[in-house]
T-cell receptor, first 111, second 115 residues
């Protein structure tokens, strides 16, 4: 029979455009949030993180926005490149030592 | 630094066999995490250690799974007996909590196939 798996939302963007990947988190106790990038056959790789006392943090070509009121996190990638194609995960700590990951979003970059 | 090192990279075994996955965390890191990734469930936390002591094993699926950390530089995840539904990619990750650093560093994973 047909296997049923997680349906990963997919974001398709043209090279050079900006990408916005969204994430809803669930635990009000979370005070730390992080984005990872996972390429095929590799482990998750750190992109950027943010603490709950901030609402925005910028890195190189990436920005994370945190809206605690609606429990929403977003990752913005400027001038998206083919090398940005991957699955992106957000994670929260639930106020604990561990990270709980979301289901992920697949980013596809077209030339 | 070599990063988190996992072995083997791939493991193919038959149902009922014992499987042992290995992890060497980054030197100086005092937390170690085992995650499992499948299409059905995504990335799930199985167990984590702090200073070699298991802190939370609530994610371990059942008694067939066990994990140990005999010292700061080595951990194992054992499945005995293995079943086809255990097929997944198993990741080890570590972090250093000093200074409130929460960032996890992941290994390359072990792709397990149980036939």
């Amino acid at each position: 029979g047909e296997s049923v798996g997680l349906h990963l939302p997919t974001l398709s963007v043209q090279e050079g455009d900006n990408s916005i990947i969204n994430c809803a988190y669930s635990n009000s106790a979370s005070d730390y949030f992080i984005w990872y990038k996972q390429e095929s056959g590799k482990g998750p790789q750190f992109i950027i993180d943010i603490r709950s006392n901030m609402d925005k943090r910028q890195g190189q070509r990436v920005t994370v926005l945190l809206n605690k009121t609606v429990k929403h996190l977003s990752l913005q990638i400027a001038a998206t490149q083919p090398g940005d194609s991957a699955v992106y995960f957000c994670a929260e700590n639930g106020g604990t030592d561990k990270l709980i990951f979301g289901t992920g979003t697949r980013l596809q970059v077209f030339p | 630094d070599a990063g988190v090192i996992q072995s083997p990279r791939h493991e193919v075994t038959e149902m009922g066999q014992e499987v042992t996955l290995r992890c060497k965390p980054i030197s100086g890191h005092d937390y170690l995490f085992w995650y499992r990734q499948t299409m059905m469930r995504g990335l799930e936390l199985l167990i984590y250690f702090n200073n070699n002591v298991p802190i939370d094993d609530s994610g371990m699926p059942e008694d067939r799974f066990s994990a140990k950390m005999p010292n700061a530089s080595f951990s194992t995840l054992k499945i005995q007996p293995s079943e086809p539904r255990d097929s997944a990619v198993y990741f080890c990750a570590s972090k250093q909590a000093l200074g409130g650093n929460e960032k996890l560093f992941f290994g390359s994973g072990t792709q397990l196939s149980v036939l």
